[in-house]
């Protein structure tokens, strides 16, 4: 057996300089001592320290009372803690790594200098929290690209500061916005490189040996994401918190067994680790007698149900893959096990001679194939690219394959992800089956590793690229600019217009210059329309919107045609107590006073004219800015019988009923007025 240990496997620098402070002060036995929040994540350390009398806390408080010492671990602490801690003459043992304390004194003194300080990292870690503390919490905390977008407003003298343990990928996106966005702006690339340098060194080794052993607490997240990095690599990859955790029949012998650790796990523990693989690799070297049968089964691929291994396609038939494993019998995928999209086809995904990654499912199936999971290997994964991508909020692709209950069944990264109905549009579906084999964009807004649960929504994408285009229209939008929409909805008030990335509303009024009784009489919903801003207000989210054309007005076409003393042809289209409405133009009616339907004096209108009737008039006054005209009958015809003047207006108006008696003296556009209402 040939042990490698990694150079960066357990303690860095921090923690351990954090460990051999606390271990000092406990030599020194002159009283209680607190941490405040957990010294480490690693439960062993967690448990020694607490049978040592050193206890967690959350706050002050419990401290303060008991007059204890307070340790200040890794993390750091923000500045008003430190303010208490004086103001109750505490003894603080502070083990804040002094990576994070420079990071304290470069936003201390920007935040003096009125920089405005942005932290990139994650807001809730307690690290970012004690930066923050600072610059008086005042910081603005990015921790991906969303933020920036919910954040972040391009100002002057901004200065940047990472969390220490933030992956290079976050940063370099983040800060290269800023820098393009920003122009005062001062780096301070933060970030220790104690986390990627155990990880590099981890994918080195593991590329390089038979078993990979990573030691560490298994919620521990940098250890978690050490044993992920050594998988890729090294299939035989074990995550233990102790020996203990390493499969019983292992076997050490003759193998090349690379070893790490997260930041977390203590030496003695590797040492441990180390130490007790020597003593049982000595123990089976010595019992170990292999028959030749042994020696032969040894000398092929040894495969374990779980194992991820490389193959080689040997041939296909309709449903089923042949693969070539080097082991002493061939491995078999079926189709579910190829593919989670039912209409692909075998030939779209592999042929034969590819080299394969596939998943044991089972080392003999009975009739003495292994069977095999193409798909598993690409859940595994796909899990971590859809982790990353919800944590990151990015955007992804997926195909819908299945329409089932209350949503559709997308393949996202080879995983299978569920999408409601609720959230595949930003309007609404009545039948999802459109969306059939169809590619869409979607993010992931759920997801439960264990459950093995994934939820996407194609309508957030959605939401957002109409975010962006409502504020770019919102930029452009200006009174009298002119759009094209469709027309989304017919109200009884007016039409509801889309245009692209907002709706507007055109009134009623505005949809036709003459009297309408419902938007329908001019427009349907689907129609592609012409419309002008007429007036807008973001804040309200309104837009109100032209669509009748000034050169339709009738009045302007009035001007134009008609003169006082033109003699017209008109029909009569509606008759009143005091005189009869005469049709010039669709949409402009012209009034003939009762006084001047006839030459002789007529007790009401119906008595000579009827609706419908077309009668010879003449133009006795017209008045664009009223929209009122007014014509004669009576100037067309002979003097035959004077007129009386019992047949002045005065006298006509005793006349009329009460409700018209103020109106004797009624023009045109009163006229229409009164009808329109
Ligand atoms: Fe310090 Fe880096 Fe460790 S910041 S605590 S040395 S990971």
């Given amino acids: 057996m040939e042990i490698i240990l990694a150079k960066s496997a357990g303690f860095c620098f921090g923690v351990e300089r954090a460990m051999g402070t606390i271990y000092d002060n406990i030599k020194k036995q002159d009283g209680k001592l607190y941490t405040l929040g957990p010294i480490i994540h690693n439960k062993q350390v967690v448990d020694e320290l607490y049978e040592k009398g050193v206890q967690a806390i959350e706050s002050l408080n419990e401290a303060i009372l008991e007059n204890a010492k307070i340790v200040i671990r890794t993390h750091g602490i923000g500045k008003s803690i430190y303010d208490e801690i004086n103001k109750n003459e505490m003894t603080c043992i502070d083990a804040t790594c002094p990576y994070v304390k420079k990071i304290h004194r470069i936003v201390q003194e920007h935040y003096r200098n009125n920089y405005q300080i942005v932290i990139i990292g994650n807001p809730n870690h307690p690290e970012v929290q004690g930066i923050n503390g600072w610059c008086e919490n005042t910081a603005i905390v990015l921790n991906n690209f969303e933020d920036i977008e919910k954040k972040f407003k391009c100002i002057n003298k901004v200065c940047v500061v990472a969390q220490t343990t933030i992956r290079r990928k976050k940063w370099d996106i983040i800060a290269d916005y800023l820098k393009i966005n920003c122009t005062d702006i001062i780096f301070f690339d933060t970030i220790c490189n104690a986390t990627n340098l155990r990880q590099n060194e981890a994918c080195e080794i593991a590329q390089n040996v038979d078993m990979m052993v990573v030691i560490g607490g298994l919620h521990s997240s940098n250890t978690r994401k050490l044993a992920e990095v050594s998988k890729q690599y090294c299939k035989d990859t074990y995550h233990i918190e102790t020996f203990e955790g390493l499969p019983e029949k292992l076997s050490f012998v003759n193998k090349k067994i690379g070893i790490t650790a997260g930041a977390s796990t203590p030496a003695c523990i590797i040492k441990e680790v180390i130490n007790k693989m020597v003593e049982k690799e000595s123990v089976q070297t010595n019992s170990e007698e292999m028959s030749f049968e042994e020696a032969f089964e040894q000398s092929l691929v040894t495969l374990n149900t779980g194992d991820i291994i490389k193959g080689t396609v040997i041939s296909l038939s ?50 003495g194939h292994v069977l095999l999971s193409k798909n598993k290997v690409d859940m595994i994964k796909g899990w971590d690219e859809i982790e990353t991508a919800a944590e990151e909020k990015t955007i992804l692709e997926g195909k819908i394959i299945q329409v089932v209950n209350g949503g559709v069944i997308a393949i996202v990264k080879g995983i299978r992800a569920f999408i409601p109905a609720s959230q595949m549009s930003d309007k609404y579906v009545s039948d999802l089956n459109i969306y059939m084999n169809q590619n869409v964009s979607l993010q992931i807004i759920d997801i439960n590793k264990r459950k093995r649960k994934v939820v996407g929504s194609v309508r957030v994408v959605l939401e957002k690229e ?46 036709s210059w003459t009297k309408i009784n419902h938007p329908s009489e001019v427009l349907k919903e689907g129609d592609i329309a012409e419309v002008y801003i007429l007036d807008f207000d973001k804040e309200k989210n309104k837009i109100s919107l032209g669509f009748k054309k000034a050169e339709d007005n009738p009045w302007e076409i009035v001007k134009s045609k008609f003169n006082v003393d033109d003699v017209i042809k008109c029909k009569v289209v509606r008759l009143v107590p005091f005189g009869a409405f005469v049709e010039l133009l669709s949409g402009v009616d012209g009034l003939i006073h009762i006084s001047q339907i006839s030459n002789k004096r007529i007790g009401k209108p119906e008595d000579v004219l009827t609706v419908g009737q077309e009668v010879d008039a003449k133009i006795v006054e017209i008045d664009l800015e009223k929209q009122k005209i007014s014509l004669s009958i009576r100037a067309l015809l002979p003097d035959e019988v004077p007129v009386s003047n019992d047949d002045s207006d005065e006298n006509k108006q005793e006349e009329l009923p009460t409700e018209y008696k103020e109106d004797v003296k009624v023009t045109i556009g009163d006229a229409i007025n009164e009808k329109s209402e």
């Fill in 466 to 511: 109409n975010a962006k285009k409502a504020e770019i229209f919102w930029n452009e939008i200006e009174v009298g600019k002119k759009y094209t929409g469709t027309i989304k909805k017919l109200m009884k008030f007016g039409a509801f217009v889309d245009l692209g990335a907002l709706d507007g509303l055109i009134h009623i009024s505005e949809l």
């Fill in 318 to 367: 309709n449903n089923e893959v042949y693969v070539d494993l080097g082991y002493k019998s061939d491995g078999i995928i079926t189709m579910n096990e190829l593919t989670n999209d039912p209409s692909q086809k075998i030939e779209d995904i592999v042929k034969v001679g590819d080299e394969i990654e596939v998943f044991i499912v089972r080392v003999n199936d009975g009739e």
